[in-house]
Nanobody, 117 residues
Framework: QVQLVESGGGLVQAGGSLRLSCAAS????????MGWYRQAPGKDRELVAV???????NYADFVKGRFTLSRDSARNTVYLQMNSLKPEDTAVYYC???????????WGQGTQVTVSS
């Protein structure tokens, strides 16, 4: 049973930073990719960033230059460093992982990020 546990959310002022963590119950290299999604109230869940098993990264246009993915294989953890936060970044952020090359198979419980203006 794969578990993904997010942490690091909270309340921050616009322009501030947060670092989200996603700790996996097993090796992060057992996944073909891991990523972060977010869902704001009344909106659809949207993809924020993805890191592949080879270390390649992709970011949604709305976070490019502000958010950065990294990983620590010793801790089986993927991080999302979020800088220059904006009120529109307010959402529940979800960690996701998959062992396939298509759909996401595993999800965390989510962590709330609130950015005040």
């Amino acid at each position: 049973q794969v578990q993904l546990v997010e942490s690091g959310g909270g309340l921050v002022q616009a322009g501030g930073s947060l670092r989200l963590s996603c700790a996996a119950s097993g090796s992060i290299f057992s996944f073909t990719k891991m990523g972060w999604y977010r869902q704001a109230p009344g909106k659809d869940r949207e993809l924020v960033a993805v890191i592949t098993i080879s270390g390649g990264t992709n970011y949604a246009d709305f976070v490019k230059g502000r958010f950065t993915l990294s990983r620590d294989s010793a801790r089986n953890t993927v991080y999302l460093q979020m800088n220059s936060l904006k009120p529109e970044d307010t959402a529940v952020y979800y960690c996701a992982a998959t062992r396939s090359f298509s759909s996401w198979n595993y999800w965390g419980q989510g962590t709330q990020v609130t950015v005040s203006s």
